[in-house]
């Protein structure tokens, strides 16, 4: 059975109910574990408000502003945790960024600082937070990631993000090798298309859900409750034997070739 109980799990990446990670957040709490939840800040803080009356029905334990830009910020929330947990299971990375105007047209147009950007937030984020998680894994730990298919094909207007995700994905396999001694496993979800707040920014979006609808085996997009499901097996030890990996959840979509 699938059992967190006793399990400390730090989630990145809940904006709003329609955040995929808050699908995630839901699924480990179902499961047993002790969440701790981080959420981006911004001036005015409102995103801080959102976030912590969505996750209040799960009882975090842990509620921390982490913006992963933000260096100082990043290794004071990770104090934290240390203060606080003493030890950290689980660690559910699932943000990325991308300036609107690289999410769509030609994908050469992209400047330099828009490249490093998306790639900053969206794939060194994963090295840097693992590097933080590291020393509080003493038990062993699962890290789990999110990815999408236009990390290994091309996909209209996804662009620099694709970019971001195949070096997120190369992301998963050299920290599961380094990790590995440790018992650390690191996996990665790649989710089909659902509408949230970071996909909205993709242009044709909309077309690209409605497209896997007719298209993939079982004629629909997926949930942010099965990809949860997904990352809670990743983080239990039903998977105990799983790291490296990329696994898709996406109704299939990706075996198609036509
Ligand atoms: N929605 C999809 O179709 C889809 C498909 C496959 C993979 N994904 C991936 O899932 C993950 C979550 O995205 P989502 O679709 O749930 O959208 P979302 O907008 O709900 O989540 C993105 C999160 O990234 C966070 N974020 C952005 N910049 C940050 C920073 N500097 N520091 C810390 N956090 C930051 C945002 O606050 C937000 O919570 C992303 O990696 C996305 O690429 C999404």
Redesign the pocket.
């Known amino acids: 059975m699938l059992n967190l109980t006793g399990k400390n799990a730090l989630v ?5 109910n ?6 995630i957040a839901q699924q480990l709490h179902a499961a047993g574990a002790n969440l701790g939840v ?3 800040p911004d001036d005015k803080g409102r ?1 801080e408000k959102k ?1 912590a009356e969505l996750v209040e029905p799960l009882q975090p334990s842990l509620f921390l502003p ?5 260096d100082a910020q990043v290794e004071e929330a990770f104090a934290t945790v240390r203060d606080k947990w003493g030890r950290v299971d689980i660690l559910i ?5 991308a300036n609107k105007e690289d999410l769509s047209g030609d994908f050469s147009n992209v400047s330099r600082e828009g490249f490093n950007l998306a790639l900053d ?2 794939a060194y ?1 994963l090295i840097q937070l693992a590097r933080a998680a590291k020393p509080l894994m003493t038990a062993g730990g699962a890290i789990v ?5 236009g990390g290994v094909r091309v996909v209209p207007n996804y662009n620099v ?1 694709g970019i971001a ?1 195949a070096a ?1 994905e190369m992301n998963v396999k050299y920290l599961a090798a380094e990790l590995g001694p440790a018992n650390i496993r690191v996996n990665g ?12 920014a ?1 242009g044709g ?1 909309l077309d ?2 409605h497209h896997v609808e007719q298209v993939a085996p079982l004629r629909r ?1 997926v949930t ?1 409750t099965e990809v949860g499901n997904v990352a809670a097996f990743l983080c239990s030890d039903l998977s105990s034997g799983v790291t490296g990996q990329i696994l898709y959840v996406d109704a299939g979509y990706e075996i198609m070739g036509m």
């Open positions: 990145t990446g809940i904006a709003n329609r955040s995929i990670a808050w699908g981080t959420y981006l995103f976030v982490c913006d992963v830009q933000n990375h699932c943000l990325a960024f937030v969206s984020s990631t999110l990815t999408y298919l993000m995700k997120l979800i790649s989710a089909g298309p659902i509408r949230t707040l970071a996909s909205s993709v979006i690209m859900i997009t942010q």
